[in-house]
């Protein structure tokens, strides 16, 4: 066997791809040529050179959220659609709600309805950050790095905790816009699955909740303190997703009562 | 697609998307590029999922990476003609990898981005993925003795890289 013969082989009797024969003849050769050794050796410390140093890669969450969402049927390009619809019949419904404003029964009909379009809003908006360059503004798993970034772009400071410790690290922030005024969106991530919490100032009112509506494979998780009004919305399991709410909740509430009003 | 045909795509090609994205980093070298590019190649995958009639999970991989592929030398074409990305992701490459042994990881890391593509995507498929030198002909549309000489050719340079850093792999 030709040293040109070998090297041309060496890598696929390496791979295990080279037939019998021609293996066999090559194993003869190489106990007998040391510097044919030699080049199978620096072969050999390549691979694992290559094993060592070439990583291979996780694909994002976010790009896995979108190809499921896009595998379950389409889901968001169906929610947008109806977003942009709403936007249109939205003054068309404020008109019709001041015309049957003296009836009671009316007025709460349309009440109900706007719980829906704000749930529907919400989801929108979780969708649409899950579309490419979308999911944060500040992309930050540090608490001290997302809180302050909200100054001047909100008229108010969220809470803002990292559960990384519970398996729901912080990912980023992100400004949105949701029921007629900004808002601020924090992302929390759960092994593949992204989370998004929407939060702003409560309209004075009691305390509660946690309602859960589930629509298009996402659960919605809403919930409103003394301070603020939450949404979270994740396809994460409906149990995980309750006890991301748990630790939410229990944070803000260990955060905002010493400041509260 | 009917319910079941989603569900049985989700089964079927979504436990590669892993390797579909490891295969689009090292062929966009950009990490925006290459989400964006399997993204499509997912979108593309879904819509003939109905004429795939692989059974085997090997199969399915060979499936979604040649799509990825063909994905990935289209957007090129299209996108981002080759000398232009050399030198923006080489500035990216450099930053994902280094751990136990900076120096190395780079110059084979380099060296792997500085591979014409027909080479590159050989090395990821065979010693990234553990693709077959059928399946690697399968995906990139060569046949079975080419997909040799090109692996050959591809470790004969990486080899030559690592031997530049000073010779002390070998």
Request: aromatic content about 8%.
């Amino acid at each position: 066997m030709t040293h040109a013969t070998f090297e041309a082989q060496v890598d696929a009797y390496l791979d295990g791809e080279l037939p019998a024969g021609d293996a066999r003849a090559l194993e003869t050769h190489l106990a007998q040529c040391p510097e044919c050794t030699r080049f199978r050796d620096g072969r050999l410390e390549l691979r694992a050179a290559i094993v060592a140093g070439i990583p291979t890669f996780q694909a994002p969450p976010a790009l896995r959220e979108r190809v499921l969402a896009a595998a379950r049927g389409s889901s968001s390009a169906r929610a947008l659609r109806r977003f942009t619809m709403r936007n249109v019949w939205r003054p068309l419904a404020l008109a019709a709600s001041l015309a049957v404003v003296a009836l009671g029964s009316w007025t709460l009909a349309l009440q109900r309805a706007a719980g829906v379009a704000l749930a529907d809003d919400v989801l929108a908006s979780h969708i649409r950050s899950l579309m490419p360059g979308h999911l944060t503004d500040v992309p930050s798993s540090d608490q001290h790095t997302v809180k302050p970034w909200f100054n001047g772009r909100l008229d108010f400071s969220p809470p803002v905790s990292d559960f990384a410790g519970r398996g729901y690290p912080l990912l980023g922030g992100r400004l949105d816009y949701v029921d007629g005024r900004t808002v601020a969106a924090l992302v929390y991530g759960r092994r593949q699955h992204v989370i998004n919490v929407f939060l702003w100032p409560a309209a004075r009112g009691p305390a509660g909740g946690p309602s859960t509506r589930t629509r298009q494979g996402y659960h919605e998780l809403h919930w409103t303190t003394g301070d603020y009004t939450y949404w979270v919305v994740s396809d994460l399991g409906l149990a995980e997703l309750q006890d991301f709410a748990q630790l939410l909740r229990q944070a803000d509430s260990t955060t905002s009562v010493p400041a509260s009003r | 697609m009917e319910s079941s045909g989603r569900a049985r795509f989700e089964a079927v090609v979504l436990p590669h998307l892993d390797a579909a994205y490891t295969l689009a980093r090292y062929l966009m070298r950009n990490a925006q590029d290459a989400e964006d590019v399997v993204q499509d190649a997912c979108l593309r995958a879904l819509k003939y999922f109905e004429g795939f009639r692989g059974e085997e999970a090997t199969s399915a991989r060979a499936w979604l990476l040649t799509i990825v592929r063909n994905t990935a030398h289209s957007w090129r074409k299209r996108h981002r003609p080759d000398a232009l990305a050399v030198e923006f992701d080489e500035r990216e490459h450099r930053e994902t990898i280094a751990e136990r042994d900076p120096e190395a990881k780079e110059t084979l890391g380099r060296a792997l981005d500085r591979l014409a593509p027909e080479f590159r995507e050989v090395i990821v498929l065979r010693e990234l993925q553990g693709l077959s030198y059928k399946e690697i002909s399968d995906v990139t549309g060569v046949p079975v003795g080419t997909v040799m000489s090109r692996l050959s050719r591809a470790r004969a340079r990486l080899q030559e890289a690592l031997r530049g850093r000073g010779g002390a792999l070998t």
